[in-house]
């Protein structure tokens, strides 16, 4: 194995560690000393790769939003076009949030913690702008080829975010008294209608 591919190995290594730390602990109880350790790195090579806690935790949110991203991109070959895609986009994530429950948790905690923590505050507020930016793009395309009614791309992308975090958090809080997934079809079908 090369030096460069055993530096990916230990990043990747970190990542996972720093995920299941975040998991158990939550992210502002987990310390970079325990990512380390379930790790089985120094924290010399923790800090070669990554120079806070927030890095991680951005990286972490970043791959999981590119994750969707795959599956809408996956979603529009699929479909006949953009609109259907956007609506059925629930069905393919479903499988993605059932995986990776924990990371949903910790997105949200990231969310709370970063509204008044000041060290959480820019990584958040950047995060919240990668989604915003990713779904205008989105709508923007859908307007520009007559999919989606001509809309503020911007604002609509707010309420994608804020009927995602909505959705989450019931989901979370009550798994069995909806069908979540159709749910979330149907609201948006309500909004892009």
């Known amino acids: 194995m090369t030096q460069e ?11 996972k560690s720093a995920l299941e730390c975040f998991s158990k602990k939550g992210y502002e109880e987990t310390q970079v000393d325990e990512i380390c350790q379930q790790a089985g790195v120094t924290k010399g090579a923790f800090y070669y ?24 991109n996956d979603a529009k070959l699929e479909s006949n076009d953009l609109l259907s895609a956007i609506i059925n986009l629930p069905k393919k994530v479903k499988p993605v949030f059932l995986e990776d429950l924990n990371q949903i948790v ?21 995060s919240y702008k990668d989604y915003l930016d990713f779904f205008s793009e989105i709508i923007k395309e859908g307007i520009a080829k007559g999919y989606i009614r001509n809309t503020n791309p ?38 892009f209608k």
């Open 5 to 15: 591919e055993k530096g990916k190995e230990t990043k990747l290594n970190i990542l």
């Open 154 to 191: 911007r604002t609509t992308a707010r309420l994608l975010f804020a009927l995602t975090i909505g959705l989450l958090i019931q989901g979370l809080i009550d798994p069995e008294g909806e069908d979540w997934e159709a749910f979330a079809i149907d609201c948006l079908k309500l909004l």
């Open 49 to 72: 790769h990554f120079a806070t806690k927030q890095d991680i935790l951005l990286l972490l949110l970043n791959q999981w939003m590119e994750k969707i991203g795959n599956l809408l």
């Open 106 to 126: 910790i997105f949200l905690e990231f969310y709370i913690k970063g509204i008044n923590n000041p060290n959480l505050k820019e990584v958040v507020s950047k």
